[in-house]
């Protein structure tokens, strides 16, 4: 029986065989049936979701003690106005509101007056929310920036409330963030970076200084992780409000009421989604989203990603172990015959650790190990490495041979 070579010129020749059919395989689009099939299945779906599966089981996430979260459900503009006029009262470290003003009513200028009085008084510790648009392809920026009505913003501060979905993307599980965008030289920060700084400055300076132009969500929970308001707690005049005190507010519409479950205009898919694989009801509005960002950025949970090259280093390293072993397997007429057994093992065996430390990272560390590429070597390599070996070898060696001669 032949002996294990770590340092195997075959091995490292199946290595490269393996990722040139790969590149071949995606310079040429081709579409495999299998591959489209998974897609289908796991589309949005990504390994670390189960950690929050997991998480929310065994009750892994903590309670937010510095976030309340109001729901402005469809109230108009005097309504939203009685309401931060109630919760100024209480003196809140800041608010900040996820529902864009663009422009006057001219239907209900009472509503736009009562508004304008209200933001007013909070100043710049209301925070207004802004969006960007006209994408320009050219630059790889947006154009303008949808402001508030000028009597809204003339003494509160904005930021952008920018998702990074795209429109046409309304099935997209929303995962990460942009920190901030940049209008004709301006950088507008995302509303949840922008309350968190004047809720906590050196924390938001901590976060910012990574220098991230998007980040990755770790996600606290969902509503039942925070102090929640809904509209008819305002209808009670004798409600006290003392939880906002020192705290940050975000109001944003949350349905008719907070406690709905059904599709909605501001409701996303997120990895909390009770259905992981396949599709069903959006879990999360859009405010609540906001929430966890500023959790995140208080907590200090940011999240790291590994870097491509490290991935390409990585799966290049199994896949010539890999290669090694299998080579040795095919030489060895013992063991040749159950080649397909042993190396299917092997294979499940590296797919399953490679599962569990795709969660275990992300769960204690933080980190986003990046083994799609290393998955997808591990379960090509059994059967490439035994078409390198049985033909592409001894073609070579035959060739060999024959120019000897």
Known sequence: M?????FNKE?????????????????????????????????????????????????????????????????????????????????????????????????NPAGDFMLAQALNQVGKSFV???????????????????????PFAAKTDHAH????????????????????????????YALAVKLAEKFAPEKTKKFLERGNEKETIFFKGN????????????????????????KIVLMGYMGDGYRDKHWDADKFFTPLNKNSVGRGYPDMYGV????????????GNYVDEMSDSFSYIL?????????????WIVENRNLAIWY???????????????????????????????FTLLFIVILLSGDLIEIFAEIILRVLYKAKDKLKK
């Not at 409330?161 to 990460?176: N, S």
């Open 2 to 6: 032949t002996k294990i070579r770590l």
């Open 11 to 107: 091995a490292f020749l199946g290595t490269v065989f393996i990722f040139i059919f790969l590149w071949l395989l995606q310079a040429s689009n081709l579409q495999v049936e299998v591959v489209n099939v998974f897609e289908q299945v796991f589309e949005n779906f990504e390994l670390t979701d189960v950690y929050y599966t997991e998480a929310e089981a065994n009750e892994g996430f903590k309670f937010e003690p510095n976030v309340v979260l109001v729901n402005i459900g469809n109230l108009d503009r005097a309504g939203i106005a009685k309401q931060i006029l109630r919760i100024n009262q209480y003196k809140p470290k800041v608010i900040g509101i996820d529902a864009t003003f663009v422009g006057p009513r001219p239907k």
């Open 128 to 150: 207004m929310a802004t969006m960007p648009d006209n994408w320009n392809v050219e630059t790889n920026e947006f154009d303008t920036l949808k402001l508030p009505y000028a």
């Open 161 to 188: 409330v920018y998702t990074g979905i795209l429109t046409d993307e309304e099935f997209t599980t929303w995962r990460d963030f942009p920190v901030y965008v940049d209008i004709n030289g301006e950088r507008e």
């Open 223 to 246: 509503q039942k992780f925070y102090f929640k308001l809904d509209i008819e707690d305002f209808n009670d005049p004798e409600k006290s409000f003392e939880l906002v005190k020192d």
């Open 288 to 299: 609540v989203v906001h929430a966890n960002i500023i959790s995140m950025i208080l907590d």
């Open 315 to 327: 799966a290049f390293l199994v896949c010539y172990f890999n290669a090694i072993i299998f080579i």
């Open 340 to 370: 397909n057994a042993i190396t299917k093992s092997i294979q499940l065996i590296e797919a399953i650790i490679v599962m569990f430390l795709t969660i275990y990272l992300y769960g204690q560390f933080k980190y986003i190990a990046n």
